[in-house]
Each structure stands twice: as structure tokens, then as C-alpha cells.
């Protein structure tokens, strides 16, 4: 009986230990892959900007940050923001993986809706990140 | 995995019922075109339980007591996520986006086979090797894509 129990036990274990072993696979690339993170400490004017590099590839990261621009859809295309075109935070600090972000302050609209995205910059490659929304406070 | 058996039938063949827990991530990455490349990664992440139902036959042996079985299993999704990061590179220049690739069916229906043998060790407990290929009808179905999942399983484990 005892075994039995011992027996039961061990295989819930191994059970739990099996379930709980699982892990997102995203081949990697040369280039960095940031995830623009949601937006936090909305105000009318402001806002902190966050953001992620899973991986860094390659080469080193010698700049990231964050673009924005008013949200806009012009002949049924959304316009994204890029760093030619659009309202940017540069940071040149160095980094290699992990979460960065950016308090922005007297930088928006009271209630406009923005485009965000966040990048990444080595030597050969620019990387934008998925581009996610938000609108200012009223 | 939970697995009752009722050898009430006969005494070679028996009933089998099992339950069990899985969590499985499955994975896909694709390329297409050269100066304007397009790279995909698509991530399923299903948790699932699953439930098959069969009968066994266990093959007239002393020690190592050989068996087959088969029957029809089921499979309830408990939570399912798809994740389908694209990332397009012209000049240097990589823009990602990132969204839901499709919704994963609430349940999977599909049968099974296996083949194994099992040995007592102590008492009532028997320790057994098998191997169980399932076919399931997956994971997506719609007019133009649909999907089967295959799956091929080594269990080795102790019965009491």
C-alpha cells in the first residue's frame, strides 16, 4: 500500500514537472527582435513607452528607442511611424537583452489616439517593433 | 495519465479509459522571397486533456504479458493561443507584426492504436512499454485550410 502511494505520488510529480515545462521556440535571426510593450502612465500629455529585446542577434545593439506619430489611415493603409518621419526617443545606452522604457512628458494631444512602435539598431540592421496604439487622456 | 482498465470482457481483452493532461507548443518558421523577405514565425500553444477510450488485448504469455489496443479518443482544448510574428526586411530595414494567426477548434476528435507489453513486478503493480499513434481530425478547419494532427506517443509507466 505504501508503494502504491509512493508510486502515485512519484508519477503526479513527473506529471506536474512535464506540464509546466514549456517554452515559446522563435528561430533566431541575425538582426535584434524587440516587442513594443503596452503603454503605461497614461496622461493627458505624457506617458511611459515600454518596451523589450528578446534577443539581440548578431551584432551588437548600438541604438534603440521609441517613434510615434497621430494615429492615421490614408487610403485605407495605416501610416506607421518610423524614425525619418516621426516624433522619436533615441537611447544609445548599451543594451543586449531585457525591458527598456521612456517617460514622455508635453509630448501629445489630449485625447489623440497615437501609433507607437518600438526599435532597435545594430550596425547593419534597423528593426522596428510591432506597432500597438493608445489615446491620450481628455 | 490516469488510465482505469475493466477486464470484465474477457479475460484477454479489456476496457480502457484514460485521462490525461497535456501541454503542447507547437512551432512553424517560413521564408519567402530574397530582396524583399518576409519571415514568419507561428506559435500554437494548446493546453489540453485529453480522453481515450479503447479496448485491449493482451496476448497469452507468462512474463511479458504483449498487448494492442485501440479505440476513439477526445480531446477538450482548455486554453488555446496562436501567435503569428511576421517580420518584413527590405534594405536592412525589418518591420514586425504581430497578431493572432487563427482560432483554434475548442476539441479534437480522433481514434488510436498502440502496441506494447507489460511485465508485474510486485504484487499487483506491472510496469509496461508502449507505443500509441493517434490521428485526430485538429486543431483548424474552414472552407480553404483545414488541419490533422498526428500523434505519435512512448509511454513507459507502472500500472497498480
Not at chain 1, 513527473?14 to 514549456?22: H, P, R
Not at chain 1, 490614408?74 to 511611424?81: G, H, K, R
Not at chain 2, 498487448?67 to 482548455?78: A, E, K, M, P, Q
Amino acid at each position: 500500500m505504501r508503494t502504491n502511494q509512493i508510486v502515485l505520488f512519484a508519477s503526479l510529480l513527473l506529471m506536474l514537472v512535464i506540464a509546466s515545462c514549456s517554452k515559446d521556440i522563435i528561430t533566431p535571426r541575425e538582426y535584434p527582435r524587440v516587442k513594443t510593450l503596452e503603454v503605461s502612465n497614461i496622461s493627458k500629455t505624457g506617458a511611459t513607452f515600454n518596451a523589450e529585446i528578446i534577443y539581440q542577434g548578431n551584432q551588437k545593439i548600438i541604438e534603440h528607442g521609441f517613434v510615434w506619430m497621430e494615429y492615421k489611415v490614408l487610403n485605407e493603409v495605416l501610416q506607421s511611424p518610423s524614425l525619418e518621419y516621426s516624433e522619436k526617443v533615441v537611447i544609445t545606452q548599451p543594451i543586449t537583452t531585457g525591458v527598456f522604457n521612456s517617460e514622455i512628458s508635453n509630448a501629445f494631444d489630449a485625447g489623440t489616439k497615437y501609433t507607437i512602435r518600438a526599435y532597435a539598431r545594430s550596425n547593419e540592421y534597423l528593426v522596428y517593433g510591432k506597432f500597438i496604439f493608445f489615446t491620450s487622456l481628455n | 495519465m490516469f488510465n482505469v482498465s475493466s477486464p470484465r470482457v474477457n479475460e484477454r481483452i479489456s476496457i480502457q479509459a484514460s485521462i490525461f493532461y497535456l501541454s503542447t507548443t507547437y512551432s512553424s518558421y517560413t521564408v519567402r522571397g530574397t530582396t524583399l523577405a518576409t519571415r514568419s514565425d507561428v506559435i500554437i500553444d494548446i493546453k489540453q486533456l485529453k480522453i481515450p477510450v479503447g479496448v485491449q488485448y493482451e496476448f497469452p504469455a507468462k512474463k511479458l504479458v504483449p498487448y494492442v489496443n485501440f479505440g476513439l479518443s477526445s480531446t477538450i482544448h482548455l486554453s488555446a493561443s496562436t501567435e503569428w510574428i511576421k517580420e518584413v526586411e527590405y534594405n536592412k530595414i525589418v518591420r514586425t507584426t504581430e497578431r493572432s494567426a487563427f482560432e483554434v477548434e475548442s476539441h479534437q476528435v480522433g481514434y488510436w492504436g498502440g502496441v506494447g507489453v507489460k511485465r508485474t513486478i510486485y504484487g499487483s503493480l506491472q510496469a509496461f512499454i508502449e507505443v500509441k499513434y493517434e490521428i485526430t481530425d485538429g486543431i483548424y478547419q474552414d472552407a480553404y485550410l483545414n488541419s490533422k494532427v498526428n500523434n505519435l506517443a512512448f509511454l513507459i509507466g507502472i500500472n497498480f
